[in-house]
Protein backbone atom coordinates (compact mmCIF):
# COMPACT_ATOMS: atom_id res chain seq x y z
CA UNK A 1 0.00 0.00 0.00
CA UNK A 2 2.33 2.81 -1.26
CA UNK A 3 5.09 1.23 1.41
CA UNK A 4 8.86 1.02 -0.33
CA UNK A 5 10.79 -2.10 2.04
CA UNK A 6 13.28 -0.42 4.29
CA UNK A 7 15.69 -3.12 4.27
CA UNK A 8 18.00 -4.94 1.83
CA UNK A 9 21.03 -4.68 -0.11
CA UNK A 10 21.26 -1.35 -1.32
CA UNK A 11 19.53 1.78 0.65
CA UNK A 12 16.21 2.53 -1.00
CA UNK A 13 15.65 6.14 -2.37
CA UNK A 14 18.85 5.32 -5.11
CA UNK A 15 17.26 2.99 -7.69
CA UNK A 16 13.57 3.43 -6.50
CA UNK A 17 11.29 4.85 -9.12
CA UNK A 18 12.32 8.45 -8.61
CA UNK A 19 9.08 10.21 -6.61
CA UNK A 20 7.21 13.84 -6.96
CA UNK A 21 8.76 15.28 -4.38
CA UNK A 22 12.29 15.73 -1.99
CA UNK A 23 13.05 16.95 1.15
CA UNK A 24 16.66 16.83 1.57
CA UNK A 25 18.35 17.72 4.77
CA UNK A 26 22.59 18.26 6.20
CA UNK A 27 23.20 17.95 9.54
CA UNK A 28 26.37 19.26 11.49
CA UNK A 29 27.06 16.64 14.41
CA UNK A 30 27.80 18.99 17.28
CA UNK A 31 28.36 16.11 20.02
CA UNK A 32 31.70 14.94 20.98
CA UNK A 33 30.49 12.09 21.98
CA UNK A 34 30.59 8.86 19.87
CA UNK A 35 28.52 6.89 21.82
CA UNK A 36 26.11 9.37 21.58
CA UNK A 37 26.44 9.75 17.59
CA UNK A 38 25.97 5.59 17.54
CA UNK A 39 23.07 5.34 19.99
CA UNK A 40 21.00 8.27 17.35
CA UNK A 41 21.90 6.62 14.23
CA UNK A 42 20.04 3.04 15.97
CA UNK A 43 17.23 5.51 17.31
CA UNK A 44 16.72 7.14 13.77
CA UNK A 45 16.90 3.89 11.59
CA UNK A 46 14.07 2.52 14.20
CA UNK A 47 12.14 6.06 13.61
CA UNK A 48 12.79 5.64 9.76
CA UNK A 49 11.91 1.88 9.69
CA UNK A 50 8.52 2.82 11.01
CA UNK A 51 7.76 6.12 9.32
CA UNK A 52 8.95 4.27 5.57
CA UNK A 53 6.31 2.05 6.30
CA UNK A 54 3.61 4.68 7.21
CA UNK A 55 3.69 4.52 11.15
CA UNK A 56 4.79 7.40 13.59
CA UNK A 57 8.53 7.83 13.87
CA UNK A 58 8.11 6.66 17.57
CA UNK A 59 6.97 3.81 19.67
CA UNK A 60 4.09 5.31 21.31
CA UNK A 61 3.19 8.03 18.63
CA UNK A 62 1.45 11.09 18.23
CA UNK A 63 -1.63 11.16 20.01
CA UNK A 64 -1.16 8.11 22.52
CA UNK A 65 1.08 9.01 25.03
CA UNK A 66 1.15 10.84 28.23
CA UNK A 67 -0.63 13.91 28.27
CA UNK A 68 2.34 15.80 30.26
CA UNK A 69 4.64 14.60 27.87
CA UNK A 70 6.00 16.24 24.14
CA UNK A 71 4.72 13.32 21.89
CA UNK A 72 7.27 10.92 19.88
CA UNK A 73 5.88 11.72 16.46
CA UNK A 74 4.76 15.47 15.79
CA UNK A 75 1.50 14.16 14.05
CA UNK A 76 0.96 15.64 10.65
CA UNK A 77 1.24 12.81 9.08
CA UNK A 78 -1.48 10.76 10.91
CA UNK A 79 -4.14 9.57 8.64
CA UNK A 80 -1.40 10.05 5.19
CA UNK A 81 -0.36 6.92 3.56
CA UNK A 82 3.38 5.77 3.23
CA UNK A 83 3.73 7.58 -0.34
CA UNK A 84 6.55 5.63 -1.45
CA UNK A 85 8.59 7.67 1.15
CA UNK A 86 12.57 6.82 0.81
CA UNK A 87 15.05 7.95 3.53
CA UNK A 88 18.32 7.58 2.28
CA UNK A 89 21.55 8.49 4.62
CA UNK A 90 25.24 9.63 4.14
CA UNK A 91 28.19 10.33 5.66
CA UNK A 92 30.23 13.52 4.38
CA UNK A 93 33.67 14.20 4.86
CA UNK A 94 33.82 15.95 7.43
CA UNK A 95 32.36 13.30 9.77
CA UNK A 96 36.23 11.82 8.96
CA UNK A 97 38.50 14.35 10.25
CA UNK A 98 36.60 18.10 10.67
CA UNK A 99 37.92 21.33 9.73
CA UNK A 100 40.29 21.67 12.68
CA UNK A 101 41.31 18.28 11.49
CA UNK A 102 39.66 16.57 14.61
CA UNK A 103 39.28 12.83 14.23
CA UNK A 104 36.12 13.37 16.43
CA UNK A 105 34.64 9.62 16.49
CA UNK A 106 38.03 7.66 15.52
CA UNK A 107 37.04 7.07 12.07
CA UNK A 108 39.48 8.77 10.55
CA UNK A 109 41.28 5.89 9.00
CA UNK A 110 38.03 4.59 7.45
CA UNK A 111 37.40 6.98 4.81
CA UNK A 112 36.70 6.26 1.63
CA UNK A 113 39.36 7.80 -1.08
CA UNK A 114 36.48 8.36 -3.06
CA UNK A 115 34.74 10.46 -0.48
CA UNK A 116 37.85 13.18 -1.96
CA UNK A 117 36.83 16.63 -1.25
CA UNK A 118 35.08 17.97 -4.41
CA UNK A 119 37.69 20.33 -6.20
CA UNK A 120 36.48 24.21 -7.11
CA UNK A 121 34.77 24.25 -10.46
CA UNK A 122 34.85 27.02 -12.88
CA UNK A 123 31.99 29.38 -12.14
CA UNK A 124 31.54 27.92 -8.67
CA UNK A 125 29.31 30.72 -6.35
CA UNK A 126 29.02 28.16 -3.64
CA UNK A 127 27.98 29.65 -0.56
CA UNK A 128 29.20 27.70 2.93
CA UNK A 129 26.20 28.03 5.09
CA UNK A 130 24.06 25.92 2.37
CA UNK A 131 26.88 23.55 1.44
CA UNK A 132 28.51 20.53 2.93
CA UNK A 133 27.56 19.10 5.69
CA UNK A 134 28.53 15.61 8.29
CA UNK A 135 25.28 13.80 7.62
CA UNK A 136 22.61 14.03 4.95
CA UNK A 137 19.06 12.07 4.81
CA UNK A 138 17.62 12.27 1.47
CA UNK A 139 13.88 12.08 2.06
CA UNK A 140 11.73 11.24 -1.19
CA UNK A 141 7.77 10.99 -1.46
CA UNK A 142 4.70 11.22 -3.38
CA UNK A 143 2.99 13.43 -0.67
CA UNK A 144 5.83 17.04 0.19
CA UNK A 145 3.69 16.51 3.49
CA UNK A 146 5.66 12.86 4.25
CA UNK A 147 8.66 13.91 3.21
CA UNK A 148 8.83 16.54 5.52
CA UNK A 149 7.53 15.47 8.57
CA UNK A 150 10.06 12.41 8.32
CA UNK A 151 12.73 15.00 8.11
CA UNK A 152 11.28 17.02 11.07
CA UNK A 153 11.02 13.84 13.15
CA UNK A 154 14.40 13.08 12.59
CA UNK A 155 15.50 16.41 13.24
CA UNK A 156 13.50 16.52 16.70
CA UNK A 157 14.91 13.23 17.44
CA UNK A 158 18.77 14.36 17.19
CA UNK A 159 18.25 17.34 19.14
CA UNK A 160 21.51 17.80 20.98
CA UNK A 161 23.26 15.56 18.77
CA UNK A 162 22.73 16.88 15.36
CA UNK A 163 22.05 20.32 14.42
CA UNK A 164 20.33 21.53 10.93
CA UNK A 165 22.80 22.70 8.66
CA UNK A 166 20.76 23.38 5.63
CA UNK A 167 18.18 21.71 4.27
CA UNK A 168 16.56 21.60 0.57
CA UNK A 169 12.61 21.30 -0.62
CA UNK A 170 11.95 19.77 -4.11
CA UNK A 171 9.24 19.05 -6.52
CA UNK A 172 8.55 17.77 -9.86
CA UNK A 173 11.66 14.87 -10.54
CA UNK A 174 14.22 15.74 -13.40
CA UNK A 175 14.98 12.62 -13.67
CA UNK A 176 13.72 9.04 -14.32
CA UNK A 177 15.52 6.08 -12.69
CA UNK A 178 13.00 3.11 -13.96
CA UNK A 179 12.13 2.57 -17.61
CA UNK A 180 8.55 2.38 -16.32
CA UNK A 181 8.76 6.30 -16.26
CA UNK A 182 7.64 8.72 -18.14
CA UNK A 183 10.66 10.99 -18.52
CA UNK A 184 10.14 14.73 -16.41
CA UNK A 185 10.86 18.16 -17.57
CA UNK A 186 13.00 20.73 -15.63
CA UNK A 187 12.36 24.12 -15.57
CA UNK A 188 13.74 24.91 -18.93
CA UNK A 189 11.20 22.93 -20.28
CA UNK A 190 13.43 20.22 -21.43
CA UNK A 191 13.05 16.43 -20.75
CA UNK A 192 15.59 15.38 -18.41
CA UNK A 193 16.82 11.65 -17.37
CA UNK A 194 16.35 10.49 -20.61
CA UNK A 195 20.27 8.91 -20.87
CA UNK A 196 19.74 8.34 -17.15
CA UNK A 197 21.59 5.34 -15.35
CA UNK A 198 17.94 3.43 -14.65
CA UNK A 199 17.45 0.70 -12.04
CA UNK A 200 16.67 -2.02 -14.86
CA UNK A 201 20.15 -1.18 -16.26
CA UNK A 202 21.61 -4.77 -13.34
CA UNK A 203 24.92 -4.48 -15.62
CA UNK A 204 25.55 -0.65 -15.85
CA UNK A 205 24.48 -0.41 -12.50
CA UNK A 206 26.98 -2.92 -11.15
CA UNK A 207 29.75 -1.05 -12.62
CA UNK A 208 28.88 2.61 -12.29
CA UNK A 209 26.71 2.95 -8.88
CA UNK A 210 27.75 0.30 -6.20
CA UNK A 211 31.00 0.28 -4.14
CA UNK A 212 32.41 -2.73 -5.11
CA UNK A 213 34.47 -5.15 -2.57
CA UNK A 214 38.25 -3.34 -2.49
CA UNK A 215 37.04 -0.08 -3.78
CA UNK A 216 37.39 1.30 -0.52
CA UNK A 217 36.66 0.33 3.08
CA UNK A 218 34.53 -2.62 3.31
CA UNK A 219 31.69 -0.40 5.35
CA UNK A 220 30.93 1.07 2.06
CA UNK A 221 30.33 -2.30 0.06
CA UNK A 222 27.22 -2.02 -1.83
CA UNK A 223 26.95 1.67 -1.30
CA UNK A 224 27.38 4.76 -3.06
CA UNK A 225 28.57 8.11 -3.08
CA UNK A 226 26.28 11.27 -3.46
CA UNK A 227 26.79 14.32 -4.80
CA UNK A 228 24.12 17.52 -4.39
CA UNK A 229 24.79 20.31 -6.32
CA UNK A 230 21.96 23.67 -5.83
CA UNK A 231 22.01 24.88 -9.21
CA UNK A 232 20.33 28.29 -9.48
CA UNK A 233 18.75 29.10 -13.13
CA UNK A 234 18.20 31.94 -14.51
CA UNK A 235 15.22 31.28 -15.96
CA UNK A 236 13.84 34.66 -16.53
CA UNK A 237 17.15 34.84 -19.33
CA UNK A 238 16.13 31.94 -20.70
CA UNK A 239 12.81 32.49 -21.33
CA UNK A 240 13.74 35.01 -23.83
CA UNK A 241 16.21 32.47 -25.48
CA UNK A 242 14.59 31.68 -28.97
CA UNK A 243 13.53 27.72 -29.31
CA UNK A 244 16.38 26.49 -31.93
CA UNK A 245 18.80 28.34 -29.44
CA UNK A 246 17.60 26.53 -26.40
CA UNK A 247 17.56 23.17 -28.44
CA UNK A 248 21.37 23.60 -29.27
CA UNK A 249 22.55 24.46 -25.93
CA UNK A 250 20.51 20.99 -24.26
CA UNK A 251 21.64 19.34 -27.99
CA UNK A 252 18.35 17.90 -28.39
CA UNK A 253 14.53 18.91 -29.29
CA UNK A 254 12.55 20.66 -27.02
CA UNK A 255 9.11 18.70 -27.66
CA UNK A 256 9.88 14.90 -28.28
CA UNK A 257 13.24 14.93 -26.57
CA UNK A 258 15.49 13.65 -29.30
CA UNK A 259 18.95 14.00 -29.77
CA UNK A 260 19.22 16.67 -32.74
CA UNK A 261 18.81 15.12 -36.04
CA UNK A 262 17.31 12.15 -34.72
CA UNK A 263 13.46 11.99 -34.08
CA UNK A 264 12.91 9.64 -31.31
CA UNK A 265 13.70 10.19 -27.51
CA UNK A 266 15.72 7.37 -27.23
CA UNK A 267 17.33 7.00 -30.45
CA UNK A 268 21.43 7.77 -29.79
CA UNK A 269 22.94 11.35 -30.44
CA UNK A 270 25.30 10.80 -33.59
CA UNK A 271 27.87 13.24 -32.74
CA UNK A 272 29.42 13.31 -36.10
CA UNK A 273 26.94 14.05 -38.16
CA UNK A 274 27.11 17.58 -39.98
CA UNK A 275 24.35 20.08 -41.59
CA UNK A 276 24.52 21.48 -44.66
CA UNK A 277 27.20 23.95 -44.07
CA UNK A 278 29.17 21.24 -42.69
CA UNK A 279 28.49 22.59 -38.92
CA UNK A 280 27.89 20.08 -36.35
CA UNK A 281 23.99 19.19 -35.70
CA UNK A 282 24.71 18.39 -32.18
CA UNK A 283 26.81 21.69 -30.67
CA UNK A 284 30.69 20.96 -29.75
CA UNK A 285 29.35 23.31 -27.02
CA UNK A 286 26.01 21.48 -25.80
CA UNK A 287 24.95 20.02 -22.53
CA UNK A 288 24.10 16.50 -23.97
CA UNK A 289 27.54 16.17 -25.92
CA UNK A 290 29.83 17.08 -23.36
CA UNK A 291 27.95 14.97 -20.40
CA UNK A 292 27.90 12.23 -22.53
CA UNK A 293 29.91 8.89 -21.64
CA UNK A 294 31.96 9.02 -25.19
CA UNK A 295 33.45 12.61 -24.09
CA UNK A 296 34.03 11.09 -20.20
CA UNK A 297 36.05 8.47 -20.41
CA UNK A 298 32.62 5.81 -20.30
CA UNK A 299 31.20 7.91 -17.25
CA UNK A 300 28.12 7.59 -16.08
CA UNK A 301 25.38 9.13 -13.08
CA UNK A 302 22.27 8.10 -11.66
CA UNK A 303 20.82 11.39 -11.58
CA UNK A 304 17.62 12.02 -9.12
CA UNK A 305 17.40 15.99 -8.78
CA UNK A 306 14.54 18.25 -8.45
CA UNK A 307 13.26 21.23 -9.39
CA UNK A 308 13.12 23.83 -6.92
CA UNK A 309 11.44 27.49 -6.30
CA UNK A 310 12.76 29.39 -3.33
CA UNK A 311 10.04 32.17 -3.50
CA UNK A 312 12.00 34.90 -4.95
CA UNK A 313 15.06 36.90 -5.24
CA UNK A 314 13.86 40.89 -4.60
CA UNK A 315 15.45 41.43 -7.79
CA UNK A 316 11.95 40.55 -9.79
CA UNK A 317 12.98 37.29 -10.80
CA UNK A 318 12.19 33.39 -9.33
CA UNK A 319 14.76 31.83 -7.06
CA UNK A 320 14.40 28.50 -8.90
CA UNK A 321 16.69 26.25 -10.23
CA UNK A 322 17.59 22.55 -10.09
CA UNK A 323 18.38 20.59 -6.84
CA UNK A 324 21.11 18.48 -8.65
CA UNK A 325 21.17 14.76 -6.59
CA UNK A 326 23.64 12.29 -8.67
CA UNK A 327 24.94 8.69 -7.65
CA UNK A 328 27.64 6.79 -8.36
CA UNK A 329 30.87 4.00 -8.02
CA UNK A 330 33.28 7.02 -7.42
CA UNK A 331 32.86 10.71 -7.44
CA UNK A 332 36.74 10.88 -8.77
CA UNK A 333 36.13 8.70 -12.10
CA UNK A 334 32.19 10.50 -12.94
CA UNK A 335 30.97 13.47 -11.31
CA UNK A 336 34.19 15.15 -11.12
CA UNK A 337 35.37 15.06 -14.60
CA UNK A 338 31.99 15.53 -16.12
CA UNK A 339 31.78 18.61 -14.25
CA UNK A 340 34.94 19.71 -15.20
CA UNK A 341 33.75 19.45 -18.19
CA UNK A 342 30.49 21.00 -18.32
CA UNK A 343 32.30 23.99 -16.09
CA UNK A 344 34.56 25.14 -18.93
CA UNK A 345 32.49 24.75 -22.37
CA UNK A 346 28.99 24.01 -21.57
CA UNK A 347 26.75 26.49 -23.43
CA UNK A 348 24.34 26.26 -20.84
CA UNK A 349 26.72 27.80 -18.46
CA UNK A 350 25.25 31.04 -18.71
CA UNK A 351 22.00 30.41 -17.36
CA UNK A 352 23.15 28.34 -14.59
CA UNK A 353 24.72 29.18 -11.33
CA UNK A 354 26.04 26.55 -8.75
CA UNK A 355 25.14 28.02 -5.65
CA UNK A 356 25.58 24.90 -3.51
CA UNK A 357 27.90 21.76 -3.28
CA UNK A 358 28.13 18.26 -0.91
CA UNK A 359 29.45 15.06 -0.94
CA UNK A 360 28.52 12.01 0.86
CA UNK A 361 29.13 8.22 1.16
CA UNK A 362 26.00 6.16 1.36
CA UNK A 363 26.79 3.38 2.77
CA UNK A 364 24.66 -0.20 1.81
CA UNK A 365 21.17 -0.98 3.05
CA UNK A 366 20.18 -1.77 6.37
CA UNK A 367 19.75 -5.43 6.35
CA UNK A 368 17.03 -6.07 9.36
CA UNK A 369 16.16 -4.84 12.46
CA UNK A 370 19.28 -5.59 14.18
CA UNK A 371 21.02 -3.79 11.69
CA UNK A 372 21.21 0.16 11.34
CA UNK A 373 22.60 2.96 9.70
CA UNK A 374 26.50 3.05 9.89
CA UNK A 375 26.56 0.13 11.72
CA UNK A 376 29.82 -1.40 9.98
CA UNK A 377 31.43 1.96 10.03
CA UNK A 378 31.37 2.64 13.77
C1 LIG B 1 21.58 15.15 -19.69
C2 LIG B 1 19.64 19.33 -18.17
C3 LIG B 1 23.19 19.80 -14.90
C4 LIG B 1 25.00 15.54 -16.28
C5 LIG B 1 20.76 16.25 -19.57
C6 LIG B 1 19.61 16.52 -20.41
C7 LIG B 1 19.06 17.70 -19.98
C8 LIG B 1 19.86 18.16 -18.88
C9 LIG B 1 17.83 18.40 -20.52
C10 LIG B 1 19.11 15.67 -21.58
C11 LIG B 1 18.16 14.57 -21.20
C12 LIG B 1 18.77 13.45 -20.42
O1 LIG B 1 19.46 12.58 -20.95
O2 LIG B 1 18.56 13.45 -19.21
C13 LIG B 1 20.43 19.82 -17.15
C14 LIG B 1 20.21 21.05 -16.45
C15 LIG B 1 21.21 21.19 -15.54
C16 LIG B 1 22.07 20.03 -15.66
C17 LIG B 1 19.05 22.02 -16.71
C18 LIG B 1 21.47 22.28 -14.52
C19 LIG B 1 20.52 23.01 -14.00
C20 LIG B 1 24.01 18.69 -15.00
C21 LIG B 1 25.18 18.45 -14.19
C22 LIG B 1 25.68 17.24 -14.58
C23 LIG B 1 24.82 16.74 -15.65
C24 LIG B 1 25.72 19.36 -13.09
C25 LIG B 1 26.86 16.47 -14.07
C26 LIG B 1 28.00 17.00 -13.74
C27 LIG B 1 24.21 15.07 -17.31
C28 LIG B 1 24.42 13.78 -17.94
C29 LIG B 1 23.45 13.68 -18.94
C30 LIG B 1 22.65 14.89 -18.88
C31 LIG B 1 25.49 12.75 -17.57
C32 LIG B 1 23.26 12.51 -19.91
C33 LIG B 1 24.12 12.70 -21.11
C34 LIG B 1 23.98 11.52 -22.08
O3 LIG B 1 24.46 10.43 -21.75
O4 LIG B 1 23.38 11.71 -23.13
N1 LIG B 1 20.89 17.27 -18.66
N2 LIG B 1 21.57 19.22 -16.65
N3 LIG B 1 23.83 17.65 -15.87
N4 LIG B 1 23.16 15.70 -17.90
FE1 LIG B 1 22.40 17.48 -17.31
Same mark, same amino acid.
Given at each position: ??? /??FHG?HQAG ?11 V?F?V ?7 LVALLQEWTAAAARMT ?20 ? !? ?11 TLTIGFG??L ?9 F?I ?26 DICVQA ?10 A???L??IG??VV? /? ?54 WM?GG??L ?9 ? !???? !? ?66 ? /? ?44 ? /?????FACPPGVRDAADFWGRALF
Amino acid at each position: AGA /VPFHGEHQAGITTPAQDRLHFVAFDVITKDRARLVALLQEWTAAAARMTAGRDAGLIGAVNGMPEAPPDD !TGEALGLPPAQLTLTIGFGPMLFRDAQGRDRFGIADRRPPALADLPHFAGDALRPEISAGDICVQACANDPQVAVHAIRNLARIGMGVVS /VRWSQLGFGRTSSTSRGQATPRNLFGFKDGTANLKAEDTGLLRDHLWAHPGDGPDWMTGGSYLVSRKIRMLIE !TWDR !TPLAEQEQIVGRSKGAGAPLGKGDEFDEPDFAAKGEGGEPVIAETSHVRLAHPSQNNGARLLRRGYNF /VDGSDGLGRLDAGLFFIAYQRDPRKQFVPIQTGLSRNDAMNEYLRH /VSSALFACPPGVRDAADFWGRALF
